[in-house]
C-alpha cells in the first residue's frame, strides 16, 4: 500500500512550470531559504532570450496559452478570457502587479489580460485553487501581471526600444517602443504600443468561405512606471496605464465593440527591514476605471437595434508584510477594494413611432471587500518544508439602482438590496527534494462569492448556447476542496515534470433552463437561470518534458488533458480534451529556429451549454530569428509561419465554433538600445 501510495504522489502533480521564486513572497536573507515554487512565465524579459525564442510582438494571451493550467476562450481575433484549470474567469482572481481590476463587459468581451500589452509586461505569475486567493475568494486559482520596470542603478543608465510587427493572415501593423533611465535616486519606464488589424483568414477547406467577418480590431496601449528612492530603506513609485481600444469586432458574437477603454494608476512605498526579523512591508492604493460599449452598427442584419455600454470603477490597497524567524518565512497581505460595476441596455425598434427600449443588465452593483491573507513557509529540514495558508474576508454586495432593484423583484419579490458574506480558504503544501526530485503534496479548501452576472445580472444573452441568463441573488458561495501532488525531475540535459490536481466544488454555481419566463432577445431559445448544482468535479493533468542532447539543440513535449463532471449528469462545458505540443529547435551564434507540432483530440462537448464536438486536429509551425549585436545595441529580427500547411480546424473554446487563424506569416524587427 505504501508502494502504491508513493507511485501515486510521483504520477499526479500540481502545476510546475518553472522554480521561480517570488521574491515579494518570502523575501529571503540566505539562499538555503524555503521559497514558493509558483509557475513563472517570462513574457519581456531580454535576459531570458524570450524575445529571440518567442513571438515577440504577439497578444499576451499567446504567452498565457503556453501554460498547462490556463486555456483562452477565444470570440474573436482580440481579448481572449483566460480560464485556469478548466474554470471560467468567475473562479478565478486576476491582477496586475496586485491590483484587482473587473471587467465592465456582460458578455465578456475585456478580459483584465487585454488591458495590458506583452512589451510591458516582465511575467505571468500564476498559481493554483487557494494560493491564488491572497486578493480574494478564489476556486481555481490567480494570475498575477507583473509589469517590466528598470529599477534603480548604481550608476546612471538609459536604454530603449523601438519595434515594428506585421502579420499577413490579417494585414496586422505593431509599432512601438519604450524608454527607461534609471540612477541611485530614481527611475522611470515608459512604453507605447500600436496595434491595428483587418479581418482574419481561417483555413482552406473545400466550400468554406475564408475570411472571418468582424475579427478586425485597433489598440492603443501606453504604460509608466516611475520610482524615486527616499533613503537607503524606503522608496516610492507611481505607475500609469492606459489602453484604448476601437472598432474591435467579434465573429463569436452578435455585437462589436467601439470602444474598449481604461485608466489604472496605483501609488507603491515599499519599506526594507522596517522592523527585526520582518524583510520587507510594501503598501499600494491604486484605482482604475473601464469603459465598455457594445454596438450592433456594423452589422448588416440584426433583429432589433440595441447598445449595451458598461462601466465599472474601483479603488482598492494592499499592505504586504514579509519577514523570517529561525526556520519559519512568513508573510501577511491585508488588501480591500471597493468596485462599482454597471451596465445598460438599449433598444431601438425599426417604427420610428415606437419607444426605445431601456433596462440594466447590471443594476449599479457595489461590491466592498476586505481581507486578511497569512502564510507561513516552514523548513522542517534540509529536503522537507511544510507551506500553510489562510484567510478570510468580508465580501458586501449593494444593488444602488432603485429601477434594477425593482426589476429583479419581480423575479425575487424578497430581495434585499444588500448582502454580505464571509470567504474562507486554508491550505497546505508538503515539499520533499530528494536528490534531483521534488514531489509536493497539497490539499486546500476555499469558497467564493456569486459574481454580479451570477448574482444580479438581468437578460444577458450567451449566444455559445442561445439562452438569456438571468442572475440569482439568493445563490449561496460555491465552495471547493481541492487536492493535488507534483513530481518532477531535473539532471543538466533532462528534465520532466507530471501534474494533477483535482477540485470537489459544492454549490457549484450554472445557468439551467426555467420554464415560464419569455426571453427578451427575440432569437434566444428561452431562459437559464443560475442555481446550484450539489456538486461538480474538475481534473487536471499534464506532463512536460525537455530534452537538450546537444549544446545547441533543444526537443521538448507538453501533454495536458482536463476531465469535468457535475451532479445531476451535466457535463461541464469548455473543458480542454487531451492536447499536446512537440517541438525542436537550433540556437547558435545568435541564429535561433525551431519548429513545432501542436494538437488536440476531439472534445467532450456539453450539448446542454451548445457546445459543438470539435474533431480532433494537428498543425505545424516554424520559427527563425536572428540576433545582431551593434556596438552596445541589440538587433533582433524575427520571421515565423503559422499553421504552415492552411490547416482549417477549431478548437473547444473557439466560441460559437468559429475557425481558428489559417497560415500566417509574421515578422517582427526589434532594436535595443
Known sequence: MRQLFLLICIFFSVNFYAQTPDSLAFPSIDSISPQELNEIIIIGNPAANTLKKDKALGSLDSYLEKSNSVNMVKRGAYAWEPMINGMSTERSVITIDGMRIFNACTD??????????????????????????????????????????????????????????????????????????????????????FRDADNYKAGHKSGEKKEVDF?????????????????????????????????????????????????????????????????????????NTITHVMDDTPRPIVPIRMD?????????????????????????????????????????????????????????VNTLYSGLSLADNISLNADLSLLIEAGIGIHHNKIRSKSGLSSLQIYYPDLSPTKTRILKNLSTRLSYFQGNFLHEIGMGYGDRAPSV????????????????????????????????????????????????????????????PRLGIPPMNITANGIKVYEQLNHASILNTSLGMNYSPFLDWNFSADFSYRYGQGAKNTILP????????????????????????????????????????????????????????????????????????????????????????????????????
Open 215 to 287: 475579427s478586425q480590431f485597433r489598440k492603443y496601449n501606453t504604460s509608466a512606471i516611475a520610482g524615486f528612492k527616499l533613503n537607503a530603506k524606503q522608496e516610492i513609485e507611481a505607475s500609469l496605464i492606459y489602453d484604448k481600444a476601437t472598432d474591435v469586432g467579434y465573429p463569436g458574437l452578435p455585437m462589436d465593440v467601439s470602444l474598449a477603454e481604461a485608466l489604472i494608476a496605483s501609488v507603491q512605498h515599499r519599506y526594507k527591514n522596517p522592523f527585526k526579523h520582518f524583510n520587507l512591508w510594501e503598501t499600494k492604493a491604486y484605482f
Open 453 to 512: 452576472s451570477e448574482g444580479y445580472g438581468f437578460y444577458l444573452l450567451n449566444i455559445n448556447d442561445n439562452y438569456d441568463y438571468i442572475g440569482n441573488p439568493n445563490l449561496k458561495n460555491e465552495k471547493s476542496i481541492n487536492f493535488d501532488f507534483s513530481s518532477s525531475y531535473e539532471i543538466q540535459n533532462f528534465s520532466a515534470k507530471i501534474k494533477a490536481n483535482y477540485f470537489y466544488i459544492l454549490d457549484y454555481i450554472i445557468g439551467k
Open 308 to 364: 449595451m455600454p458598461g462601466w465599472s470603477k474601483t479603488q482598492g490597497f494592499y499592505s504586504k508584510l514579509s519577514g523570517r524567524y529561525n526556520n519559519h518565512a512568513f508573510k501577511a497581505t491585508l488588501s480591500g477594494y471597493r468596485n462599482n460595476s454597471i451596465a445598460e441596455m438599449i433598444m431601438y425598434p425599426e417604427d420610428p413611432d415606437e419607444k426605445d427600449m431601456y433596462m440594466l443588465t447590471w443594476p449599479d
Open 574 to 673: 469548455l473543458i480542454q480534451p487531451f492536447t499536446y505540443k512537440l517541438s525542436g529547435s537550433f540556437e547558435k551564434h545568435g541564429f535561433f529556429t525551431e519548429i513545432s507540432v501542436e494538437g488536440s483530440m476531439k472534445n467532450r462537448n456539453s450539448l446542454e451549454f451548445g457546445e459543438i464536438q470539435k474533431p480532433a486536429y494537428a498543425i505545424a509551425n516554424i520559427a527563425l530569428s536572428k540576433d545582431f549585436a551593434i556596438k552596445n545595441s541589440q538587433f533582433i529580427a524575427k520571421l515565423g509561419v503559422q499553421n504552415l500547411f492552411d490547416h482549417y480546424y477549431s478548437t473547444f473554446d473557439d466560441w460559437f465554433g468559429i475557425p481558428k487563424m489559417g497560415r500566417n506569416i509574421y515578422t517582427n524587427l526589434i532594436f535595443k538600445f
Open 108 to 193: 465578456k468581451m475585456d478580459p483584465i489580460t487585454s488591458y495590458v500589452e506583452n512589451t510591458n509586461l516582465s511575467s505571468a505569475k500564476i498559481t493554483d485553487g487557494q494560493s491564488g486567493a491572497e486578493f480574494g475568494g478564489t476556486i481555481a486559482g490567480s494570475i498575477d501581471l507583473i509589469r517590466k520596470k528598470s529599477g534603480f542603478q548604481i550608476k546612471p543608465e538609459f536604454g530603449g526600444s523601438a519595434f515594428a510587427g506585421f502579420e499577413s493572415n490579417n494585414n496586422q501593423q505593431i509599432y512601438g517602443t519604450s524608454l527607461n533611465y534609471s540612477a541611485p535616486k530614481y527611475f522611470i519606464d515608459v512604453d507605447f504600443t
